[in-house]
């Protein structure tokens, strides 16, 4: 159940869960249901408003997750803040040009010293890209947060910024297939949901943390991805290792 706030939840229910209807009338349902609204009617999952960004239903870019091959490069993006610290994993399949997002960092109100442990916990060997704000944005202690995050073992380098040009390339990808995300990633998805510019065409910048982080992978995170190291390989269970049934 993805968390929207320390005091809110996200809870989803549609046809699919009320017990009295049979098959033969979902059926029936669902062809009298618009495709744009059959994820909210038959799961409950909210519809993409008319401001969305990324305009693709998400069941059209969900994957059951599968494991990855030590050959796919991995990166993952990353934007920091202390209400909320975010960062996706990538791995890309180069030889049909696919990046799958395989597993998320979510969380608020903590040290970088936490934010680094969960992030090497995925790969201390994977590299990362930044939002290069944080190389001048300041924490408690007065030490740059890229700085500090540096210190602390990620393999940082900043990301490109260009708020336009990345969600193109987010979309484009998106459009075409090449972008898909593991349906585990329900932070990911509750945010794609809710991405969207106001009446006046400008970005709504709540709630879009993981976006912002999806952004820097896809534009600037596959010239640094890396294959994992031989010797982990093997390493199944140990420090930096990764968890192959949760896809990473």
């Known amino acids: 159940m993805p968390e929207i706030s320390p005091s809110k939840y996200l809870v989803q229910a549609g046809w699919q869960d009320i017990p009295h209807l049979d098959e033969k009338t979902k059926a029936e349902l669902m062809a009298a249901t618009p495709p744009h609204l059959r994820d909210a009617r038959t799961a409950g999952i909210p519809s993409l408003g008319a401001g969305a960004i990324y305009p693709i239903p998400p069941s059209e870019i ?4 599968f494991p990855i091959p030590p050959y796919f490069p991995r990166v993952y993006g990353m934007d920091v803040g202390w209400n909320r610290t975010a960062a996706v994993w990538g791995a890309w399949d180069r030889a049909i040009d696919c990046i799958y997002l395989y597993t998320e960092h979510y969380r608020g109100q903590a040290e970088p010293s936490i934010h680094a442990s969960a992030i090497r916990a995925r ?6 890209v930044i939002d290069p704000a944080a190389r001048g944005r300041q924490q408690g202690d007065g030490e740059q947060l890229l700085a500090q995050y540096r210190n602390l073992g990620l393999k940082l380098t900043e990301a490109d910024n260009a708020l336009e040009a990345g969600m193109y390339a987010v979309w484009e990808r998106l459009s075409t ?7 585990t ?3 990911w998805q509750a945010e794609y949901r809710l991405y969207r510019r106001d009446e006046n065409g400008k970005v709504v910048k709540e709630f879009d943390h993981l976006m ?3 952004r820097y992978l896809v534009l ?6 890396k294959i994992r ?14 968890d192959p049934t949760a896809g990473y």
């Not at 969900?62 to 997750?65: C, G, K, Q």
């Not at 600037?220 to 991805?225: E, Q």
């Open 62 to 65: 969900l994957v059951d997750p």
């Open 123 to 128: 790969g201390e060997w994977i590299p990362g």
């Open 177 to 183: 297939g090449r972008l898909k995300v593991f349906r």
């Open 185 to 187: 990633l329900q932070n």
């Open 212 to 214: 912002d982080a999806t």
């Open 220 to 225: 600037s995170g596959l010239s640094c991805a």
């Open 229 to 242: 190291p031989a010797e982990t390989q093997m390493a199944v269970g140990s420090a930096g290792a990764g």
